[in-house]
């Protein structure tokens, strides 16, 4: 056990020594996986921005929603469409669904649409609509059909009381209620309208992660499974096409970056052998003699092994820091991606495959090492 403790201690003074009696190779490792990581952070940065600038903005325009016009081709019944949490419990997404009842007027000539909810969405429409769960004629706050506040309608010329209230932003229902629609429970539409049966259902679903276009096409599934339960006609709109030519070009991207941090790695690995071999061989004589009193070689070959991964860890942990303190000018003015910052959990997937490729440098680079420590004693010291 003593024995070993001094051999790992020899090692690393040994180490040590090589660092300062020939400063240029430490130095050397240590700047060129530095600047190439570095160079790697910024390309994978900017493709980890480009690809959040382009799924926000998919977001926002409403890939995360499918819209669906449901009709019964029995007049008298209208499609049955599950409740909110059965929705939420197979698809994991917000739904809306709404049932359509006719146009009524409004005091200043325009003309809104009118839907009802059932009492299973109750709960979930309450926050939208009036504080006494009246009708309420929702509308998108940039383009207003009436001021907010207390008014009415007209329906077949009678005046009904109803309270405007517009939808907050990037809501859900913004794609039925866009132009304006009064909302009321089934149980409160007027009597004028109780004689107008529909068979139409507008169904909105909105998933909460938009990982992949497998989270679109999943909900259109759903959609037409329900369809054909219900032997229901109808239309559904989505981004489902888009995003799925979108992933193909996201697959593609990501064989890139494997192969340019391959690239990478590859003059890593080759300055690594290449170093590492030359030190070898200047110390040969005196690793063999000490293989000669009976040191294992693969202790040799871990010395140099340690030596690499420490610098190349340092290295990379400099790169990493350098990166994220500067990246607002790396960002902004260099690869004029605009005002957006990277959080350490946004570039960790990139930093996890930058890491793995460096790590594997390593390992490759102690090959010949491992070869020429296994070289007979006899044939060195001859």
């Known amino acids: 056990m003593i ?25 050397a490792r240590v700047l060129v996986v530095y600047f190439l990581t570095l160079s790697a952070l910024a390309a994978l940065g900017s493709y980890v921005i480009t ?23 029995n007049r008298d019944r209208p499609v049955f469409i599950p409740t ?31 839907y009802s909810y059932d009492f299973s969405r109750m709960r979930q429409m309450a926050p939208l609509l009036a504080p006494d769960g009246g009708p309420t004629l929702l509308q998108a706050e940039d383009n207003q059909v009436l001021p907010p506040g207390p008014g009415d309608v007209m329906i077949d010329k009678v005046r009904v009381p109803v ?22 429970s089934q149980d409160q539409l007027p009597p004028q309208m109780k004689a107008n049966k529909s068979n ?7 998933v909460r ?46 064989q890139c970056r494997v192969a340019f941090c391959l690239g990478i790695s ?42 690499n991964t420490v610098i190349v860890a340092a290295s990379f942990a400099a790169a990493i820091g350098t990166f994220m303190y500067f990246q607002d000018i790396i960002v902004n003015q260099i690869l004029k991606l605009g005002n957006y910052s990277l959080t350490f959990t946004d570039i960790l997937p990139e930093i996890y495959l930058i890491s793995y490729t460096l790590l ?18 006899g044939r060195v010291l001859k």
């Open 3 to 27: 024995s070993l403790i001094l051999t790992v201690l020899y090692l690393a003074k040994d180490t040590v020594h090589r660092w300062f009696t020939r400063i240029s190779s430490p130095v």
């Open 51 to 73: 690809l959040n600038l382009v799924r926000h903005e998919l977001i926002v325009r409403g890939a995360d929603t499918v819209a669906a016009a449901i009709s019964s081709q």
């Open 84 to 114: 909110y949490d059965a929705i939420d419990k197979a698809l994991q997404a917000e739904s809306y669904a709404l049932q359509a009842h006719g146009i009524v007027s409004l005091p200043n000539g325009q003309s809104v649409q009118v």
């Open 163 to 184: 309270m405007v209230r517009n939808l907050p932003p990037n809501h859900t229902l913004h794609r039925i209620v866009r132009s304006g629609a009064l909302v009321v």
């Open 200 to 206: 139409l259902t507008s169904l909105l679903i909105r």
């Open 209 to 254: 992660n938009l990982d992949s276009s497998e989270s679109i096409l999943r909900v259109e599934r759903y959609i037409e499974m329900l369809k054909r339960y219900e032997k229901a006609l109808g239309s559904v709109v989505s981004a489902g096409s888009i995003l799925s030519r979108m992933d193909d070009v996201l697959n593609k991207q990501v």
């Open 266 to 307: 590859a003059i890593v690995g080759i300055l690594l052998t290449a170093l590492a071999g030359m030190e070898y061989r200047q110390n040969e004589y005196i690793y063999t003699l000490m293989k000669s009193f009976g040191i294992h070689p693969l202790l040799l070959v871990g010395s140099f092994i340690v030596e």
């Open 360 to 377: 594997g440098c390593v390992f490759v680079s102690s090959i010949p090492i491992f070869v020429a420590a296994n070289r007979e004693i």
